[in-house]
């Protein structure tokens, strides 16, 4: 635990390795690398067209997370969220929803995709969904649409550690329930009170809220992974033949 709580830090300049001029004050002249922007593009039409798609309905390719903050560290991914216009697809929102979060997680699971030794996650987002984040930098036009910026930060230890083990406690209990179709919806009731919990975070307090803090930790401990697990395992049981009594009626 004591390592993921010390990455927890503000550093005097972005990552170099991936910005040019990183320790510039002037953003006009903070720039993606140009090999990290061409893969990032190519990754980006990769993952829209893996679900039949093409590539030219992508109004956006935005990068964030504490990559594009004075907060990454050796746990840091490469948050990419590929914006489109899911009305445009001809289907209800929340069966394109529920398509595009499989097909995220599918495709995630299946490529181990770096850039500059950094984990590279995937999200499809909606042309009108609010991203949270103040770090926002447009792969696709090569500008920022939010400029991070550097901020007195004092970790609250005892209070992140503290909710960590809550949100632990939840998901054991969880674990140890009979697979039917009331534990499936307790799994998703968590997970959404887990993301609801994160963004009033970012809303409130922005990368370095303790709530935001929390769900890096859930996510680089393995926590996030396991809870999707679970929910994977407790579909698969339920759906199998020796359990069809437990299917709902």
């Known amino acids: 635990m004591d390592n993921i709580i010390k990455s927890f830090t503000v550093r005097a300049?972005?990552?170099?390795?991936?910005?040019d001029n990183a320790?510039?004050?002037?953003?006009?002249?903070?720039?993606?690398?140009?090999?990290?922007?061409?893969h990032l593009i190519s990754i980006a039409k990769d993952f829209i067209e893996s679900f039949g798609i093409d590539s030219f309905v992508i109004e956006d390719i935005l990068f964030v997370g504490s990559l594009t903050n004075?907060?990454?560290?050796?746990?840091?991914?490469?948050?990419?969220?590929?914006?489109?216009?899911?009305s445009k697809l001809g289907t209800e929102p929340i069966v394109a929803d529920e398509f595009f979060d499989a097909k995220k997680q599918n495709f995630n699971l299946k490529h181990d995709i770096k850039i500059k030794g950094y984990d590279v996650e995937l999200y499809a987002?909606?042309?009108?969904?609010?991203?949270d984040s103040k770090g926002k930098y447009s792969v696709l036009f090569n500008k920022w649409v939010e400029t991070?910026?550097?901020?007195?930060?004092?970790?609250?230890?005892?209070?992140?550690?503290?909710?960590?083990?809550?949100?632990?406690?939840?998901?054991?209990?969880?674990?140890?329930?009979?697979?039917?179709?009331?534990?499936l919806d307790k799994i998703d009731a968590f997970k959404e009170k887990i993301r609801k919990y994160r963004k009033n975070g970012l809303m409130g307090g922005g990368e370095l809220s303790n709530e935001n803090l929390v769900f890096k930790y859930l996510r680089r401990?393995?926590?996030?992974?396991?809870?999707?697990?679970?929910?994977?395992?407790?579909?698969?049981s339920i759906l199998s033949l020796?359990?069809?009594?437990?299917?709902?009626k």
Request: proline share 2%; net charge negative.
């Open 13 to 19: 300049s972005l990552y170099s390795d991936i910005w």
């Open 148 to 183: 991070p910026s550097i901020s007195d930060f004092e970790l609250d230890k005892n209070s992140v550690i503290k909710k960590v083990k809550e949100f632990n406690k939840t998901l054991t209990s969880l674990e140890k329930m009979e697979n039917t179709k009331e534990k």
């Open 70 to 86: 004075y907060n990454w560290s050796n746990y840091s991914d490469v948050d990419l969220h590929v914006v489109i216009d899911k």
């Open 221 to 236: 401990s393995g926590f996030m992974e396991k809870l999707s697990d679970l929910k994977t395992n407790t579909t698969d």
């Open 23 to 38: 320790s510039s004050d002037n953003f006009k002249t903070i720039k993606l690398h140009k090999d990290v922007r061409e």
């Open 242 to 248: 020796e359990n069809a009594e437990l299917l709902p």
């Open 125 to 131: 987002q909606d042309v009108n969904e609010t991203l």
